[in-house]
């Protein structure tokens, strides 16, 4: 007979990671299972540019150290939004590092292990067990090949994109959890990181280049990675016509302009996959917590995960501490998860979708010009947007610097009224599940109205 656990995290990403450690030092049984080698984990395509914020929060939480030297490359600064236009219209503070993604990712594994967390590695999670209409435990494939059932009160599901065990589940359990993953989900990208002949003068800066032959959310991505280093990518949905276009191709098209071949010596290259939508809305079901890019918690404008990711497997094992002590891993019990992640971040990211989207409406032409006025500024896109209300005045103000082309403006207040919108939904989050369709109907109905 196996071992039963009290908590099995699936994952050792920052979501798995987290819960992990927070699970283990308040006494619960906890396995943290990965499919890859221990000494692979960690290694992610990914953009590297993380929140300081965030991070140093959670790691104060879980008495763990933020990122340090030897993980840290560079201080980030700045976001800024640019395009073809010389001058930097929309720069936003965004304090925070560039990491070695994997070493940074390895010291908070070995963080998991000095506490005692059992960690499995190339275990593979095959699906869910479902019993009585609850998560009881996972069907697993070990390092040997073997399939084996492991069981434990509570899986807390941080499987990163493909959500192993939230896809697993059959369609009759849980309606008010989403199982599926659909292609305009999430962004296929191709990721570099590169090292320039010369100083690329961005220092501080993680730059999103507008470019028009981009498919949505149509950027490049440069962060500097240190003087002369780089990371830089591109990634789109790969849906409608977009769907046989390649990433690659049109990433290396994008940086012959910025970047051409010879300039620069490729360190890294490779392909990924982020979430690109607002988060899950619940993500919690008997016996089982989704959290992390399983639960779509990367933000949808820059692709920031990491910190999203780290903050809602605290939760997510806080949440499921509570529920395992009360003997009650119901919908019910685990609600407070979802009230917590809106609150903490998907409010923002809830937001941040609608701008991707009238981003893309736009187009990069319409957005220069709307810049070059000043119809829109970089108040338009923090949260001041939402707290603030716009006098006539100053709306008669955006419609003249529009002029002649007013059906932009249309865009510009209507992305604006929908956000508010999306904002005040989020602060009545449903206070129990009893009420959430009709909630997530009203939500859902927002983004139909812009796409
Ligand atoms: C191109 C790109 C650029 C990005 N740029 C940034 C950025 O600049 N800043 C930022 O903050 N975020 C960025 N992100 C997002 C960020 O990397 C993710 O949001 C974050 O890693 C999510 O953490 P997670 O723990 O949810 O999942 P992951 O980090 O994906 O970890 C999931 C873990 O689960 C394991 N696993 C998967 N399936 C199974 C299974 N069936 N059984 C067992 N184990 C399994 C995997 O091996 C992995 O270790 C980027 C992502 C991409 C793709």
Known sequence: MSETYDGIVVGAGPAGISSAIYCQQNGLNTLLLDSKPKTEIGDKVCGEAISKKTVHRVSEKLNIKPPTEGEINTNVEQLVLRTSLPVDHISLPAIGYMVDRYIYGQRLLSDAAEIGVKIQDNTKVVSAIVEDNSVKGLKIRNKHGKNENLYCSIVIDCSGILAAVRTSLP???????????????????????????????????????????????????????????LNCGTGFIKTGKNKEKSVKTIYFKAMEKYYPKGTYKTLDGRGGTVPI?????????????????????????????????????????????????????????????????????????????????????????NLEFLLKRKVIKKSDLTSELVTRKESILSLLGRAIRCFPRLHLILIVKK??????????????????PHIFSEWKDKIEKIYRKLE
């Open 277 to 365: 939508r607002p988060p899950l809305w619940n993500a919690v079901a008997p016996g089982l917590i989704v959290a992390g890019d399983a639960a779509f918690h990367a933000d949808p404008l820059t692709a920031e995960g990491h910190g999203p990711a780290l903050l809602a497997g605290y939760y997510a094992a806080k949440i499921s501490l509570k529920a395992i002590r009360n003997n009650n891993v119901s919908t019910e019990s685990l609600w407070e998860y979802n009230k917590l992640i809106v609150k903490n971040f998907g409010n923002e990211h809830a937001r941040y979708r609608i701008l991707t989207i009238a981003l893309d409406r736009l187009g990069v032409k």
């Open 415 to 432: 992305a604006m009224s929908l956000s508010k919108k999306v904002d005040i939904l989020c602060e009545s989050y449903p206070e129990s």
């Open 171 to 229: 369609d009759d359990f849980e309606p008010l959890l989403n199982k599926e993953l659909t292609k305009a989900d999430y962004a296929s990208c191709y990721r570099e990181i590169i090292e320039l002949e010369e100083d690329h003068n961005l220092d501080g800066k993680i730059v999103l280049q507008y470019e028009g032959d981009i498919p949505k959310p149509g950027y490049i991505w440069f962060f500097s990675d240190g003087k002369k280093k």
